[in-house]
Structures are given as C-alpha cells and as structure tokens.
C-alpha cells in the first residue's frame, strides 16, 4: 500500500502523525511512504530526517493525496482535500464522528473510507492503538501543569525556618485516563490529591496513586459494555453538586475532566460554588471545548470566573507536542502492523474483526460503525 501523512491544518495544532522511526519500520514492511513537506517542523524534526528514513518527501498536498491509498493524520481531512483523493481511499484519523454527521454522509456517498480512532475499542487487544488514551494521558499532566504556573502557591508542603507551607489541595472530578494522570502528576509533585469519578470501580486506583476518593452517594450510576460512564440523572447530577461543593470550596485547584461518550459532557460546577473558593485559586476544565463541566469556562481561553481563574484552552496535549506526537504515531503504527498483510504487503481491511466493525466509519459507500449507522438511517 502507498501511505501519505500530511501537515496538520488545524489552529494551534503543534502535533504530527509520524516520525522517522515510524517511516523505517513502515518501509520493513514493504510499505511505500509520501510525507508532506514541513510535516515534523513544529517539533524541529527536518524533511531530511524521514527522506533518511525511507519517506519520500512531497512538496505538494494534492499529489500526495491522489497517489496514497491510506491517508494518516491527527485531525480528520477536510472537503477540499478529500475531493483530491483517490475514492478508494481510506482516512485514519480522531473523525469527531458525533459531532461529523454531515460529513460522515458525505464521505459515505462518495464512496470514500473513514477510520475513527476514537472508536476503537477500549480493550487490552487495542491497548497500544489507543489514540484517546495516549493523548488524554498527556492532556492529565498538562493540565496539572497549567494549574500550577498559574496558582499562587507551591504543591508540595515545605518546612522552613521561614514557616512551614501547607501542601496545595487538588480536586479532581473525573479519573479516567486524563483524571488518573493528572492526580499522579499532582501527587509527584506533593499536593494532597482527593478524587471523585461516578465509576466506583476507579476508587481502589484512585487510592493506589495516593489520593483520596471522595464517597458521594447517587445512587445507580454504572457503566456501558465500552467502560464508558452513563450519564446521570438531573437528580443525581444534583446530589453530586451539593456533595462535592465543600471539596471545591477548600481546593486551591480543581480539575475537570468528566465525559460521557458521544454526549455533551456534564454540568458540575456552577457559578454559586466558584464563588466559595479562595480567590487565585485555580479550576481546569478540559471539557470546555464540547461544552464544559464548568460554569463560565471558555474554549480555548483562560478567563476569571467570580476571582478564580479557569482554564480552557482546549487542545492539551499539543502543549507537549513532541511526546504526543510519538505516541499518536506509534498507535497508528500498532494499527497498521495490525492490519497488515506481508504476503501482498498491503493493509487489508477485514469487515469481520471486531476493531474494524466499529473504527471504520465508512467503507465502500457503505455506514459500519453501528452507532453512527443507527444515527444516519
Ligand atoms: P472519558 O474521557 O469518557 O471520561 C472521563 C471520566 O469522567 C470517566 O472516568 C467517567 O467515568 C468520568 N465521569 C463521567 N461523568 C462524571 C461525573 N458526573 N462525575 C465524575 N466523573 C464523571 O473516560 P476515558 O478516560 O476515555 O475512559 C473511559 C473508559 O475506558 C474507562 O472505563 C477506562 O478505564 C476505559 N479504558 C480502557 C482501556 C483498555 O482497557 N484498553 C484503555 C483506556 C480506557
């Protein structure tokens, strides 16, 4: 197969989908690359470096993109440039596919594939594809990161002749793959850490990290066959606001990272609670960009919210576009080996497999993704 990795278009966007060492194990394979001119640039990676490694370099996008069969990137490609591609193309990329329902309609019609990599399956086997996770990692650190540059205090507690200082407070709503990571970072960095998820089942990693669980009682929550948390009723979203309102009120920094799968993310903080924190405190909300579990954040801002200053700016793990980079690079890499034939030396896509039955979106004119088939038809 021919596959082509292009420059990222997206604003702020600071991350690229393969590095050299991706390109040398791409060509053992057989594998005939096309990487766009300045695709590594923003993280001082030369054309010369992948040209070493086996790429061969295109100066033009629409070249490229009508001579490869699989076409790589972190963002989805736009109209403009899909119209170049060959119909039989398949795209590999975060496809938003909630939120792309026109798009995916388009894509279907003209015949063209999509893979989402947001909808691989969460399972051991997918483990080292999983483009969600090892981007939300990152998005955790980051996000402790941003908290403490901006938060008048140290985290960790300091005796000196001068006075001993407290250890920093940190909440943290949500501990998935972003949440967990942010309360080990935290931890690292000697805050005293308390935790809530609506999955109870996290409580014991939570405590593994060395933080708290605060125990809420909402009654039924539960999770979806995927792992991924139900949303709760406007009742027990209630209960959960009044509960942790004391928690928020004593934390120097609160971070949010509640999601519900191809849903709105949850409402938590509102307004009335910011106002009970000491002012200078901090609050990050990395859901602000589908919404936010925090009243007032914006996307792609830092703003002050009754004294608090609240971050929500969004693309995270660009932030720490290197390391992103070799990751996101390394899951497509996983994912290609994974479908890779060495006979024909070409990628073939098996309708049968269980990861393709729900990341391929579109494939030959046809919807696969069962959710987003039942949200078409
Ligand atoms: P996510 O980004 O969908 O959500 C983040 C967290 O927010 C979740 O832990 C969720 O329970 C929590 N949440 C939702 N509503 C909340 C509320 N009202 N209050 C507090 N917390 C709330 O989650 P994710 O990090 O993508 O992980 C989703 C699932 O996938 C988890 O079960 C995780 O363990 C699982 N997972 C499995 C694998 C694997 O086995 N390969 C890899 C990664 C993640």
Redesign the pocket.
């Given at each position: 197969s021919i596959i082509g990795f292009v420059t990222e278009h997206a604003e702020n966007e600071r991350r690229c989908s393969v590095l050299p060492i991706n390109i040398e194990a791409y060509i053992k394979l057989g594998a005939t690359i096309l990487v766009e001119s300045g695709i590594g640039k923003s993280i001082n990676i030369h054309d010369s470096e992948y040209t070493d490694a086996g790429a061969t370099i295109e100066t033009d996008r629409a070249s490229l993109l009508a001579k490869a069969d699989f076409v790589m990137s972190i963002h989805a490609l736009e109209k403009v440039d899909l119209e170049q591609t060959k119909t039989t193309v398949c795209c590999i990329s975060f496809l938003d596919p909630f939120n792309a329902l026109e798009h995916i309609k388009w894509l279907q019609q003209s015949g063209r594939s999509a893979l989402s990599v947001e909808m691989i399956p969460?399972?051991?086997r997918?483990?080292k594809m999983?483009a969600?996770?090892s981007q939300?990692s990152l998005a955790g650190y980051v996000m402790v990161a941003k908290a403490m540059s901006i938060l008048p205090r140290i985290f960790p507690m300091m005796m000196t002749p001068a006075g001993t200082l407290k250890p920093s407070k940190v909440f943290v709503?949500?501990?998935?793959?972003?949440?967990l990571q942010a309360i080990a970072t935290a931890r690292r960095l000697g805050a005293a850490v308390i935790a809530?998820?609506?999955?109870e089942?996290?409580a014991e990693q939570v405590r593994s990290l060395g933080a708290k669980f605060l125990a809420i009682d909402i009654g039924e929550t539960g999770?979806t066959d995927?792992?991924?948390?139900k949303a709760?009723t406007p009742e027990q979203?209630e209960i959960?606001q009044q509960a942790q309102a004391d928690c928020i009120a004593s934390s120097d920094v609160v971070i949010t990272?509640?999601?519900?799968?191809g849903r709105k993310?949850?409402l938590?903080i509102k307004k009335d609670v910011i106002a009970k924190m000491k002012p200078g405190s901090v609050i990050v909300d990395m859901a602000a960009e589908n919404g936010g579990n925090v009243e007032g954040s914006v996307a792609g801002s830092i703003v002050t919210v009754e004294g608090v200053t609240v971050i929500g700016t969004g693309n995270w793990a660009s932030e720490v576009a290197l390391d992103a980079s070799q990751m996101y690079a390394n899951n497509l890499q996983a994912l290609l080996l994974e479908f890779w034939d060495a006979e024909t030396k070409k990628m073939v896509l098996n309708l049968e497999d269980d990861i393709l039955k729900t990341a391929l979106i579109t494939h030959n004119g046809e919807l696969i993704n069962p959710t987003i088939k039942a949200l078409l038809t």
């Open positions: 969460r399972s051991s997918c483990q999983d969600l996770s939300a709503i949500g501990a998935g793959v972003a949440g809530y998820d609506t999955r089942v996290v999770q995927q792992g991924y948390a709760l979203i959960q990272t509640a999601q519900l799968f993310p949850p938590l």
